[in-house]
């Protein structure tokens, strides 16, 4: 299944250009955060990716949206100060 139909599951929504949207965003985010390897089917990418789109995705509750912005942001964080990650070549 692709990224796409994976995190329009997840959001629970058939808004795909919405999503593709949050999608790009989120990888735009993990690259200028100093991520290299951002690869759609590595399980700790993706688990970024839909976290980044459920924290931007229409959550009227503010500390749904929190959780998951804080979740998403120690994920990157994790992510950016791996080997694994953040050189281009490994």
């Given at each position: 299944?692709?990224?796409l139909d994976d995190v329009c599951k997840a959001?629970?929504?058939n808004h795909r250009d919405e999503v593709q949207d949050l999608i790009d965003a989120?990888?735009?985010?993990l690259k200028i955060s100093g991520?290299?390897?951002?690869?759609e089917t590595d399980p700790l990418i993706k688990r970024a990716i839909t976290v980044y789109c459920k924290a931007h995705y229409g959550y009227?509750?503010?500390?749904m949206t929190e959780r998951f912005e804080r979740s998403y942001n120690m994920l990157k964080q994790h992510l950016a100060l791996s080997v694994e990650y953040s050189l281009e070549e490994y």
């Open positions: 299944m692709a990224l959001l629970r929504t989120a990888k735009m985010d991520v290299k390897r951002i690869d009227d509750d503010p500390v």
